[in-house]
């Protein structure tokens, strides 16, 4: 199992905010990054050091980070933004990249 | 725009070697980049093998390390990963990504089978 745990699954209707969580003992220490990857796609990144958004990426798309969870949100959900996101942060002891099992966001 | 591109053989028999090549356009391996490779099992999440640095210089994911090696040819702008005696759990798509993290550039990836 991933250090990183997120949900398996979140869903929203359209227009309304999803939250997906990040959640490890080392990331008040590490930045946590966050990638959407679509069926068939690679991953794009689309959150950076827990807050910067990417040029490129919506303004819908903000991060946070509190203590132990870092959190992706989308506001005003759009189909579009059906995807798995995953996080990514670094292996406690060995500093290695390592991701998250990911979260399913569906929009409903 | 830089442009990442894997290539190699989509079928591997167990106890072989995966050999697979990243041409990069769009930015030059011997920039200040570190290039890794990632790969991403069926349905499941993406796991990073590696990178390497101009200088020669690599990073290996300790579950893998005694199998994997990265090289680097910087007059063909490209990098390589050879991972060795595979198995059926080393099927994947392997991608090859610009880093160091955030990984901001991919390609598009080249599924691994191993099989006999």
């Known amino acids: 199992s991933s250090e990183l745990t997120q949900p398996p699954s979140v869903s929203v209707s359209p227009g309304q905010t999803a939250t997906i969580t990040c959640s490890a003992a080392a990331l008040p220490k590490q930045y946590a990054y966050w990638y959407q990857q679509k069926p068939g796609q690679a991953p794009i990144l689309v959150m950076s050091?827990?807050?910067e958004r990417p040029s490129g990426i919506s303004e819908r798309f903000s991060g946070s980070a509190s203590g132990t969870t870092v959190t992706l949100t989308i506001s005003g959900a759009q189909a579009e933004d059906e995807a798995v996101y995953y996080c990514?942060?670094?292996?406690?002891?060995?500093?290695?990249?390592?991701f998250g099992a990911g979260t399913r966001l569906t929009i409903l | 725009q830089v442009q990442l591109r894997e290539s190699g053989p989509g079928l591997v028999k167990p106890s072989g070697t995966v050999s697979l090549t990243c041409v990069v356009s769009g930015d030059s391996v011997s920039s200040n980049k570190w290039w890794s490779w990632v790969r991403q099992p069926p349905g499941k999440e993406p796991e990073w093998i590696g990178e390497i640095f101009h200088s020669g210089r690599t990073n290996y994911n300790p579950s893998l390390k005694s199998r994997v090696a990265l090289s680097m040819d910087k007059s063909s702008n490209q990098f390589s990963l050879n991972l060795t005696s595979v198995t059926a759990a080393d099927t994947a798509v392997y991608y090859c990504?610009?880093?160091?993290?955030?990984?901001?550039?991919w390609g598009q990836g080249t599924l691994v089978t191993v099989s006999s």
């Open positions: 050091k827990d807050t």
């Open positions: 990504v610009r880093g160091p993290v955030p990984f901001d550039s």
């Open positions: 990514q942060s670094a292996a406690s002891i060995s500093g290695s990249v390592i």
